[in-house]
Antibody, heavy 119, light 112 residues
Framework: QVQLQESGPGLVKPSQTLSLTCTVS??????????WSWIRQPAGKGLEWIGR???????NYNPSLKSRVTISVDTSKNQFSLKLSSVTAADTAVYYC???????????WGQGTLVTVSS | QSVLTQPPSVSGAPGQRVTISCTGS?????????VHWYQQLPGTVPKVLIY???IRPSGVPDRFSGSRSGTSASLAITGLQAEDEADYYC????????????FGGGTKLTVL
């Protein structure tokens, strides 16, 4: 079955850009009627949707993060990526990648990766 | 920006029934968008518990059920068990501002 795995630096300095990649295994990122999302969760807090990308390249972002977020896809590598610019301590969170269905529910999820914003 | 409102916490004794509400608005649940529920056990990845308002994925016990009406949705858990102690999140889609996914704030279920 499809599995997702996040990768990227665990520590980012304030004002810099957070960059993460999600690698999809067990199936093609282009198959089926799905999209690919990033979701984050600060410690002890709830889930926040960051954005999504279709393999066509179409994106949608959380309005509260839209000015700082870029999501891209590389179908040849079966990967999609997140860039979040001008980070602050408030961006410290576990970042998950997940597959979204046409009815907008998410399954599966990656295991999550903790990104800490600190100097 | 719209929100989905959940109670911060609910509790119940083993064997009891509890419900968790998820209140939205006319641009999300009230617009007919499906509501989905996730269970997050301590220290684990969220897992879809209910999708499409009331559909249980394979492997989810029938003690869990979902419903949607108007601008709200509910998750019901019957025959409460200690292993049900977790955080529960509702999730839907909002059609405003070019459209976006939104999660409820989460509800901590404590089994007494």
């Amino acid at each position: 079955q499809v599995q997702l795995q996040e990768s990227g630096p665990g520590l980012v300095k304030p004002s810099q850009t957070l960059s993460l990649t999600c690698t999809v295994s067990g199936g093609s990122i282009s198959s089926g009627n799905y999209y690919w999302s990033w979701i984050r969760q600060p410690a002890g807090k709830g889930l926040e949707w960051i954005g999504r990308i279709y393999t066509s390249g179409t994106t949608n972002y959380n309005p509260s993060l839209k000015s700082r977020v870029t999501i891209s896809v590389d179908t040849s590598k079966n990967q999609f990526s997140l860039k979040l610019s001008s980070v602050t301590a408030a961006d410290t969170a576990v970042y998950y990648c997940a597959r979204g269905s046409v009815f907008n529910w998410f399954d599966p999820w990656g295991q999550g990766t903790l990104v800490t914003v600190s100097s | 920006q719209s929100v989905l409102t959940q109670p911060p916490s609910v509790s119940g004794a083993p064997g009891q029934r509890v419900t968790i509400s998820c209140t939205g608005s006319s641009s999300n649940i009230g617009a007919g968008y499906d509501v989905h529920w996730y269970q997050q056990l301590p220290g684990t990845v969220p897992k879809v518990l209910i999708y499409g308002n009331n559909i249980r994925p394979s492997g989810v016990p029938d003690r869990f059920s979902g419903s949607r009406s108007g601008t709200s949705a509910s998750l019901a858990i019957t025959g409460l068990q200690a292993e049900d102690e977790a955080d529960y999140y509702c999730q839907s889609y909002d059609r405003s501002l070019s459209g976006y996914v939104l999660f409820g704030g989460g509800t901590k279920l404590t089994v007494l």
